[in-house]
Structure formats: C-alpha cells, structure tokens
C-alpha cells in the first residue's frame, strides 16, 4: 500500500500515521520529523532546514524532493508506505508522480485528513511531543499517563519549537497558499479520499480503516 496523508498542520496526520503504519505495517515516513532529527544531529541538512521551519515557511522543493527519494530508495519501502507532510507543493507531488511513474507503480491513495482551522490553534499549541523517540500527545486530547512524562520511554516531553501561536498562524497560511491546491491535483487524478478528522482520534482511525479497507 502506498498513501500520502494530506491535512493542515494539526490535522492528526503524525497521530494516524503511528497507528496506520503499525495495522498496515508500512513505514511511516514523515518529512518533519526526518527534518527535526537532522537538526537535532546538526547536519548539512538540519541546519538548512531549521532556517526555514523556525519561520514556519516550506523547506525548498528541491533539498525535499531529493531528501524522499533517497528515502524511497531503501529497502524498507519495498511493500509501501506512508508518507506524512509530503508532497506539500504541486512540485513535489509531480515529482512524486514522475517517481512513481518510472518504477511503473501508482498510489493507492491520497488520504485528506479535514479538519476546520477554528481546530487548529488549540490542537497545535496543546501538543507536545517526546524529543527522545518522537511520541505526540496533546495535554487535553491525548495526554501522557505521568504527566510532562513519555508513555514509551519516560523522557520530559517538550512543545515543538514551531507550535507557538505566531508561527501556527504562518503555517496555516502556507498551507492554504502551498499545499491546499494538492487536493484538486489527487480529486482530478481520483486518488483523493476524505476522512472527517474532528472526530476523537480512534474514531478518526477507525474511519481510516474502513477507507484503505475499501480501496
Ligand atoms: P510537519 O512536522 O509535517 O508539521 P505539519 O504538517 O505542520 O503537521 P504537524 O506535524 O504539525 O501536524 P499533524 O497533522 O502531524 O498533527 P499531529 O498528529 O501531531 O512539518 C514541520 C515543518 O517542516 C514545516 O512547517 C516545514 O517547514 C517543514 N516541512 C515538512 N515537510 C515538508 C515538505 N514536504 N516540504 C517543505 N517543507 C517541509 O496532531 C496535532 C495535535 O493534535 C497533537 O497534540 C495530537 O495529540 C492532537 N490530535 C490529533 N488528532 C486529534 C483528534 N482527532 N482530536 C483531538 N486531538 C487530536
Ligand atoms: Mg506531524
Ligand atoms: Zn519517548
């Protein structure tokens, strides 16, 4: 199986991604949380993206493009994945496409998690995640058992430099300039499907499944 998660930041994708990844048992790859282990590493690349995410704004086309392909390419992906924030411009999906096209495969979906920004804010500024093994939990929707604590290894869990309400509202407009337009680029090639991402977050994958169920 092979599927791209569309949504505004704070749709959920990451949260589904763990839980799709698991059932279907494809590897989730999510260009966010590549970006942030480089610029935790302090790589070549980790330093060129933190300019870019520290403002909210889009890593450039082609380090991205090139950045997944490379992923794409190991031996894991063999049987699908799942891509979590990427594509993310027309550019990238068509490069994706043309990637796609030269191996003789296609997508099995584009899978649009909805959800209305009047959602996001608080979604967004509630999160915090695990800098030590990449757990998200939200501190009213989804919070850890102990808390300030990881469920899976125990470390403090921290809010995401590009969570704070100025650089949410920045993310938000760049979506809706830069990635919203994927939405008719999957609808015209019928590859779209639509989950209703405001339900609670097992509903939301259970809505999911019955989707990838019926592909
Ligand atoms: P990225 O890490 O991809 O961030 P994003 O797309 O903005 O999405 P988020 O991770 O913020 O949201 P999510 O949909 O995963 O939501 P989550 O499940 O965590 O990208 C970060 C940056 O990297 C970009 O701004 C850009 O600079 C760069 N970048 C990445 N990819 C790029 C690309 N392809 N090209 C160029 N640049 C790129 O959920 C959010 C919160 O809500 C959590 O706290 C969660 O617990 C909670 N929650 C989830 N579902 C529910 C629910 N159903 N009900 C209640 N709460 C819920
Ligand atoms: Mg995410
Ligand atoms: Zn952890």
């Known amino acids: 199986m092979k599927i791209v998660l569309l949504g505004p930041p704070g749709a959920g994708k990451g949260t589904q991604a763990k839980s799709i990844s698991n059932r279907y048992s494809i590897p989730h790859i999510s260009t966010g949380d590549i970006f942030r282990k480089n610029i935790s590493e302090n790589t070549p690349l980790g330093i ?29 992906c063999k049987n699908g994945y799942l891509l979590d924030g990427f594509p993310r411009t027309v550019n990238q999906a068509e490069a994706l496409q043309e990637f ?20 996001i804010l608080e979604r967004m500024t509630g999160r915090r995640v695990c800098p030590s093994c990449g ?63 405001t339900q609670a977050i097992n509903e939301v994958f259970e809505s999911i499944c019955n989707i990838l169920g019926s592909l």
Request: with cysteine.
């Open 48 to 76: 060129e993206a933190k300019k870019h995410i520290d403002k909210g704004q889009l890593v450039p086309d082609e380090v991205t493009i090139n950045m997944v392909k490379d992923r794409l390419q190991q031996d894991d």
């Open 100 to 119: 796609l096209n030269s191996r003789n495969e296609d997508l099995d979906t584009a899978l649009l998690i909805e959800v209305p920004t009047g959602f």
């Open 135 to 197: 757990a998200s939990y939200h501190i009213k929707f989804n919070p850890p058992t102990a808390q300030g604590k990881c469920d899976v290894c125990g470390s403090d869990v921290i809010q995401r430099k590009d969570d704070t309400e100025e650089t949410v509202s920045e993310r938000l407009d760049v979506y809706e300039r830069q990635t919203q337009p994927l939405i008719d680029f999957y609808k015209e090639r019928n590859l779209l499907s639509t989950v209703d991402g």
